[in-house]
Nanobody, 122 residues
Framework: QVQLVESGGGSVQAGGSLRLSCVAS?????MGWFRQAPGREREGVAGLDRMYGYTAFADSVKGRFTILQDNAKNTVYLQMNSLKYEDTAMYYCAASGSWVRSPLGPHEYNYWGQGTQVTVSS
């Protein structure tokens, strides 16, 4: 059972930046970041193929968010810049031990963290 622990959430003003961290208990091939706002479905934000470094981003965050990895620490980061009010949500880290066809699809992942809250004030 892979354990995922997120951190780095908080409150920030619009235009600011945050970096979320996800520490995994063991290596997994694919990792993703998802978010869910109250009353809305969980949506994929970013995905990473850790073997080849391929990344995928939701259109709403392209050019603002980056996904990074530190293999020595078995940690994946979500660097969020130019934050907007609509980025406010609970952010979750997810992992799969194998390659995933749809990196932004929640159904692809079988391990999930507990979430970290991001609040952006306008």
């Amino acid at each position: 059972q892979v354990q995922l622990v997120e951190s780095g959430g908080g409150s920030v003003q619009a235009g600011g930046s945050l970096r979320l961290s996800c520490v995994a208990s063991e290596y997994t091939r694919s990792m993703g970041w998802f978010r869910q706002a109250p009353g809305r479905e969980r949506e994929g934000v970013a995905g990473l193929d850790r073997m080849y470094g391929y990344t995928a981003f939701a259109d709403s965050v392209k050019g603002r968010f980056t996904i990074l990895q530190d293999n020595a620490k078995n940690t994946v980061y979500l660097q969020m810049n130019s934050l907007k009010y609509e980025d406010t949500a609970m952010y979750y880290c997810a992992a799969s031990g194998s390659w995933v066809r749809s990196p932004l699809g929640p159904h692809e992942y079988n391990y999930w963290g507990q979430g970290t809250q991001v609040t952006v004030s306008s």
